[in-house]
């Protein structure tokens, strides 16, 4: 069965929800630790989803409740949470609505950004990292393929998708619009010198932006800098550029105070817009209070219905109910492949134990030529058996149509093992793989 545990800035804290991200990087192997660890190893596999607004896990598991107490027990390890701390962090959901979750979220419909065209490829970065840890199944890749493919049409065919902007084009948005006189010539501070970072000081120079100069806490240079020709704000300047900046971008998320009321309160009453993006705020909280400063947070940022119509929404939520009613059939249908598999087989051995059994009381070329003929036999009495089996799993009857073979045939598939299947339209990087 399909199982997640999502956190977003819906349910919790942003403070709370820095943390989990952070802890974020070990989690991987400790769920394989406690997986292998657990008399039952209920958990197939997993793909873990950590942007800058949720953590989210997704699951195929043998069993829920053991699925559900492996995955606890390894966000406790990464996190130093309790277990009443994490059950109402998380949110749980099994079955379809896992797959319903997911396709909002790829699309976009879940951000503070509605609609934001970053959290496709967030979803599509996590899911190749799965792939290449090889912690993914036929149904988690199922999952996510039809996910990215329902996000791409979201996009190209609804207007919530084609209004779709980045954080980074909202933040500078809302900034020019506080600030009242636009960006063109105004004086913009960046501090931070990770990828959100990055991302802003691209939009900054896709944008014309002369006047930009770059911070980065921990001392390092930051390679913006350098691409785009902008001034690097080492400690000993950071006073001054506070004094005279128009617009303060904070997005290091240190989780301490990089702006300082005593900084800015050197000013004056010169107006400042102060974008406070990191999850752990890098602004003083009496920063607010000063005169002509506006401090402006990350929900700040959301888009509402006002700039989303009703209709527009309506319709990516009938591409989502589409995508999600797309993947059911083909999860139902990815059950037979066990079933083509085991029906091959058997009628193979068929084949093998009759072509070795003339082999000596005829000439090669004889036995080639049977086998070939036989081979063909193969192919076209298994079609029909195939293209049945698909259908039968596709709506849920996979156990009689089993049963029937057994009846009929002889066939016994009761411990065949599932093929897992990667789809390459969805992941270009990836390869097809057949099954034999």
Sequence with gaps: MLLALTASHAEVSLGRLADLSAAMVGLPERLAAHNQAHPNVPLVGWVVLSTCNRVELYIEAQRFHDGLDVAVAALADVTGWDRPTLITSFEVRTGTPVAEHLFRVAAGLESVVLGEAEITGQVRAAFNDALHEQTTTTALNELFQQALRTAKRVASTTPV????????????DTAAQALGSGLHAARVLVIGSGAYSRVVAAELALRRVGDVGVHSPSGRRPGSVDSYAFTHVVPGELDEWLRTAD????????????????????????????????????????????PGVQVL???????GLSDVSQEAL?????????????????????????VVVGMRRYVHGLIKDEVDGLRGRLDEQTVSQVEQSLRRVYRKVLHAPTVTAQAHAAAGRTEAYLQALHTVMGIDMANVDAVAVIDAEALPMIQDVEVH
């Design 161 to 172: 998708g084609r209004a779709g902007r980045s954080s980074a084009e909202v933040v500078l």
């Design 247 to 290: 617009v303060v971008i904070a997005c290091s998320g240190r989780g301490r105070p990089v702006v300082t009321a005593a900084q800015v309160g050197g000013r004056g009453a010169r107006p400042l817009v102060v974008m406070d993006v990191a999850l752990q705020s890098d602004v003083e909280p009496g920063v607010a209070g000063l």
């Design 297 to 303: 947070g990350l929900t700040s940022l959301a888009v």
């Design 314 to 338: 309506a319709q990516a939520t009938r591409v989502i109910a589409e995508g999600v009613a797309r993947f059911e059939t083909r999860l139902n249908s990815r059950r037979a492949d066990p």
